[in-house]
């Protein structure tokens, strides 16, 4: 099957995108993880499906799927480059674009200087909604919230549970170059305490309006960014006290911007999208 393709990426975290609206391609698992393989295939952490407008008043569809390919509820960095597609091919003219993903209707904004802020929806901090099973573990009582304590090869790292849609774990850490993501984030990221895997945060606390995070991303391995694990990691910081309401993510692949005021408050997230190459290629079957 030959597929015209565009190659994105938001702060290094890169994306195959497929335009769907006029028709569906109707791809499987294996042809998601051909387009994502950096071998044999295009290369990306991430396939977007742009999709035609499933409702009156929202603009698009668009879906999701890991490298691995898995789908998956949400992507930050992938809903700001969406909105450049969007635009860039004339699918709308519009700067403020409603767009539903399998369980959220998100709002996005085109700005002047070519960036996009995000409405990434509210922090969801019930547990059995992350998911995350906490049975046989003692939460470590902050002030605000918990963390948890997770027994994991000899060790138990404290992590800040929530959903940003999707499922993160955030822990904090002296200097993020040194952090175990690579050996400590497959382990935590497939935990029996996280029925649907988690994304796992490495956050280093630079000031209160700064930090440095590398992530370990569910179905992808470590990215160079990831939106939504930079979103989980100003909430869970904001809730244990560490940072103000505004602040400054320092990614290996670039700067988001993330601004929450607080329970009842949608996260906002701003950061760059750009257009890489776009191509064809024949998928195998
Ligand atoms: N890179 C993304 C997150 C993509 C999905 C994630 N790996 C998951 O499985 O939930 C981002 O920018 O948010």
């Given amino acids: 099957m030959r597929v015209r393709f565009t190659k994105m990426q938001g702060a290094g975290n890169d994306f195959v995108v497929l335009d769907e609206t006029r028709a569906p391609l109707k791809l499987g698992p294996a042809q998601y993880r051909w387009l994502a393989d950096r071998h044999f295939g295009v290369g990306a952490d ?4 742009v999709r035609p407008s499933p409702a ?5 569809e668009y879906v999701i799927h890991n490298a691995d390919g898995g ?16 635009r860039e091919r004339g699918l709308t003219d519009k700067d403020t674009i409603r767009v539903r993903t399998v369980n959220q209707l998100l709002e996005l904004r085109m700005l ?5 802020t995000v409405d990434m929806g509210l922090p969801e901090f019930d547990l059995a909604r ?5 049975t046989g573990l003692a939460p470590h009582p902050e002030p605000g919230w918990e963390r948890w304590a997770l027994p994991v090869a000899g060790h138990a790292p404290l992590l800040a549970v929530l959903s940003m849609g999707n ?3 955030v822990l904090e850490v002296d200097a993020v170059d040194e952090a175990p993501v690579a050996s400590l984030g497959p382990l935590v990221e497939t935990h029996p305490a996280f029925p649907r895997k988690v994304n796992v945060g490495f956050m280093q606390v630079l000031s209160r309006a700064a930090i440095r995070l ?16 930079a979103c989980a990691a100003v909430v869970a910081g904001i809730r244990l006290g560490r940072l103000d309401d505004r602040v400054d993510v320092h990614t290996r692949g670039g ?3 993330i601004e929450w005021a607080g329970p009842g408050h949608s996260v906002l997230m701003t950061g760059p999208a750009t257009t890489v190459f776009e191509g064809e290629v024949e998928i195998p079957q």
């Fill in 130 to 134: 992350v998911p995350f099973d906490s």
């Fill in 214 to 229: 590398r992530v370990w991303e569910r179905g992808a391995g470590e990215t160079l960014a990831c939106g939504t694990g």
């Fill in 112 to 116: 002047p200087d070519g960036r996009v």
């Fill in 46 to 49: 991430q396939i977007l499906s």
């Fill in 167 to 169: 499922p993160h774990a």
């Fill in 71 to 86: 789908e998956v509820e949400h992507c930050g960095n992938g809903a700001r480059c969406f909105v450049r597609f969007v």
């Fill in 56 to 60: 009156p008043g929202i603009d698009f």
């Fill in 255 to 257: 700067v988001l911007t």
